[in-house]
C-alpha cells in the first residue's frame, strides 16, 4: 500500500463497500469501509483519512450529519457525498457543508477513483468549510439526470458572487433557477429584483433599469430609483437578456465593468454592489455573430452558464410534476386533488412538451377544473394535448423521415448514403444520451447499449467536442 493514501467509504449498502474497496485497493489505495456513521466517526477520533466517500441516506446518523460532525472534527479532509435520491436541496447542503463533490448513484467507478485522487492532490492545501444552513427549497422539483447537473451547479455556486447566464427553453424554469441561485448565496437575504427585458418597451426599459431623474422626461414628476438601485447588495435578474435593444446592451455592460450608472437626466454616478443573474432561450453566440449581441457583454455575462434542460430531456420527472401541479392547483381552488390513471400519465410521458414545464403546469390547472370526475382519463385532456399525442411509440416517423432522406438523395444520384448517414445517426445518438445523462459517460453507455470504452471511442472517433 501507499503510505498516507487512506480512503475510508461509509455505505450501509454491502454491496457498494465491496465494489468500492475493492477498486481502491487495485488502485494501491487503502482502502476501510464502515457500514455506519458513528464508527467512522469514533474512527475519526484515532486516525485521520486522506478522502472520505459517504452515502446520503443511512440508518442512524445521515450523510449530511455526518458531513457536519467531520468538518468540525477534521476539516480538512475531503468529503465525497454519494446519493442514489439527489434533490437540489442535498445537493446544495452537501456544498455547503463542505463537501468536495456531490455524485448521484449509480455513479462510474473510473470517474469516481478519479476524483478521489483530485481530492487527495488537494488534502493538504484545502481550506475548511464550514457548514451554512438555509432555507429549504420546495420550487424546483425534478431527480432526473438532466436536472442533477443544474442542482450541482447551484450547490458549487453557493458560496459566490460570480455573475451567472441561464440559458434554456421557454418556460424551463428559469427564473426558479434565478430564484435558487439568490436563496443559496451569500446576498440571500438582500434583495432579489427580477425584470423581462422583453416585456418592457425600448423607451421605458431604461428608466426602469436606471433610473431617471425629475424633469428627464414628460411626466417624470420626481426622482426614481430604477432596478439596478433597488437591488443595490443583492441580485438582479435580467430575463430575456437576448432581446435588449443595441444601446441598453452598452449601458449594462458599463455596470457590469465599473459598477456605475447614470440615471436618464442625471449627471451624477451612481454606484451599486449588485450580483447579475441573466436568462434568455435564445442562442447568443449566433446573436453575436449576426450582430444583434455585443460580444464582449455576451462575455462578461457568460462567467458561468447554468443550462436548464428541456421536459422532453427529463421525462422522469413528468409524473412528479404532474402530481406537484395537481396538488397545488387543487389548493388553489379549494377542490379535492385529481387523480391520474396510469395510463392517461403514460400518454403525457410521451409528449414532447414544447411549452415545457409551464405548459404541464398550465395544463395541471386546466384539467382540475374541467375534467368531470376525480380521475382524470385520457379522453379528458384538452384536444391540443390529444392530437399532439399517439399511443404507439414514437419510432415509425423517424424511420419514414430517414427512408424519404435516402430517396430523395438517390435520385438525385448521391452516393456512399451510409458513409454520411451513420456518423450523424451515431452523434445524435450519443449527444441526446449524454444529455440525458447529464453528461455522465457511464449512465449515458448503458442508455445506448454500449460499453463505457465503446462510448469513449465513438466521442473520440466522432469529434465530438464536449
Known amino acids: ?38 464508527d467512522m466517526l469514533y474512527r475519526l477520533s ?27 472534527k477534521s476539516p480538512d479532509v475531503p468529503v465525497i457525498i454519494m446519493t442514489a435520491y439527489s434533490d437540489l436541496d442535498r445537493a446544495v447542503s452537501a456544498f455547503q457543508g463542505g463537501a468536495y463533490e456531490y455524485l448521484s448513484k449509480p455513479f462510474d467507478v473510473d470517474e469516481l477513483l478519479s476524483l478521489v485522487k483530485r481530492a487527495m492532490q488537494r488534502h493538504s492545501t484545502a481550506p475548511a468549510t464550514a457548514p451554512v444552513k438555509k432555507k429549504a427549497d420546495t420550487e424546483i422539483i425534478g431527480s432526473a439526470a438532466a436536472m442533477q447537473a443544474v442542482f450541482r451547479a447551484i450547490g458549487r455556486l453557493s458560496g459566490s458572487n460570480l455573475t451567472v447566464l441561464v440559458t434554456g427553453a421557454s418556460g424551463t424554469g428559469k427564473e426558479l433557477v434565478a430564484q435558487a441561485l439568490h436563496r443559496h448565496s451569500p446576498r440571500a437575504q438582500r434583495p432579489f429584483i427580477a425584470i423581462n427585458t422583453a416585456a418592457i418597451p425600448r423607451e421605458l426599459l431604461e428608466s426602469e433599469l436606471f433610473g431617471h431623474e425629475r424633469g428627464a422626461f414628460t411626466g417624470a414628476n420626481s ?16 430575463d430575456e437578456i437576448g432581446d435588449m435593444p443595441a444601446d441598453l446592451q452598452t449601458r449594462l455592460l458599463r455596470v457590469l465593468s465599473d459598477g456605475e450608472f447614470y440615471r436618464v437626466g442625471g449627471h451624477m454616478p451612481v454606484t451599486v454592489d ?10 447568443l453566440e449566433q446573436r453575436v455573430k449576426d450582430g444583434s449581441f455585443r460580444e464582449d457583454l ?14 422532453r430531456d427529463r421525462r422522469d420527472d413528468i ?28 400518454f403525457l410521458n410521451r409528449l414532447d412538451w414544447p411549452g415545457n414545464v409551464r405548459q404541464l403546469e398550465n395544463f395541471c390547472r386546466w384539467v382540475t377544473v374541467m375534467a368531470s370526475g376525480k380521475e382524470i382519463h385520457v379522453d379528458d385532456l384538452p384536444p391540443e394535448l390529444k392530437n399532439s399525442g399517439t399511443n404507439e411509440e414514437p419510432g415509425d416517423d423517424w424511420e419514414n423521415t430517414l427512408r424519404r432522406w435516402v430517396q430523395v438523395n438517390l435520385l438525385k444520384g448521391e452516393t456512399e448514403l451510409l458513409g454520411d448517414a451513420l456518423p450523424r445517426f451515431e452523434k445524435i445518438m450519443v449527444e441526446e444520451a449524454l444529455k440525458q445523462s447529464g453528461g455522465r459517460r457511464h449512465e449515458a453507455a448503458k442508455l445506448l447499449g454500449w460499453g463505457r ?13 464536449l
Open 223 to 238: 426622482r426614481r430609483s430604477g432596478r439596478f438601485e433597488q437591488a443595490n447588495g443583492g441580485a438582479l435578474f435580467l
Open 46 to 72: 484515532m486516525d485521520e483519512p486522506n478522502v472520505i466517500i459517504s452515502d446520503i441516506r443511512m440508518p442512524g446518523m445521515d450523510g449530511l450529519s455526518l458531513l457536519e460532525e467531520i468538518k468540525q
Open 453 to 465: 470504452n465503446t462510448l469513449t471511442r465513438k466521442i473520440r472517433s466522432l469529434d465530438l467536442k
Open 298 to 311: 455576451f462575455h462578461r455575462l457568460n462567467v458561468i452558464r447554468v443550462r436548464v434542460p428541456s421536459l
Open 1 to 38: 500500500m501507499v503510505a498516507n493514501n487512506k480512503v475510508w467509504v461509509v455505505d450501509d449498502d454491502k454491496s457498494i463497500r465491496w465494489v468500492l474497496e475493492r477498486a481502491l485497493i487495485k488502485e494501491q489505495l487503502e482502502a476501510i469501509t464502515f457500514d455506519n456513521a458513528k
Open 274 to 283: 449588485v450580483r447579475v443573474i441573466a436568462a434568455t432561450h435564445q442562442n
Open 319 to 346: 409524473p412528479l410534476l404532474t402530481g406537484h401541479f395537481l396538488q397545488r392547483s387543487s389548493i388553489e381552488l379549494g377542490i379535492e386533488p385529481k387523480l391520474m390513471l396510469k395510463k392517461t400519465q403514460e
